[in-house]
């Protein structure tokens, strides 16, 4: 069974930096695109950053220049580096991973930016 454990947020002021970590246990196999996603109250979830199999990355617009998705295949973990963070930033932060046949979330972590 695939688990998934993030760790890193927390509050910070308009500006400054976060580190996400997102740990998978229950991985055999190298795990196919891992992901971070987004969401605040009422409004869907969105796409942060993917990192897949090959290394290749996406970046929401939003984000792009100012985010970094980084995985360390050895250690099954995915990394999201968070420079210059705004208010808007604000949310709850989930990792996702594509392991097989299936995918997997993490609870989530709470990240609050404040002016």
């Known amino acids: 069974q695939v688990q998934l454990v993030e760790s890193g947020g927390g509050l910070v002021q308009a500006g400054e930096s976060l580190r996400l970590s997102c740990a998978a246990s229950?991985?055999?196999?190298?795990?196919?695109?891992m992901s971070w996603y987004r969401q605040v109250p009422g409004k869907q979830r969105e796409l942060v950053a993917r990192?897949?199999?090959?290394?290749?990355?996406n970046y929401g617009d939003s984000v792009k220049g100012r985010f970094t998705i980084s995985r360390d295949n050895a250690k099954n973990t995915v990394y999201l580096q968070m420079n210059s963070l705004k208010s808007e930033d604000t949310a709850v932060y989930y990792c996702n991973v594509r392991y097989g046949s299936g995918e997997y979330w993490g609870q989530g972590t709470l990240v609050t930016v404040s002016e």
């Open positions: 990192i897949n199999r090959d290394s290749t990355v």
């Open positions: 229950g991985i055999v196999f190298r795990p196919g695109a």
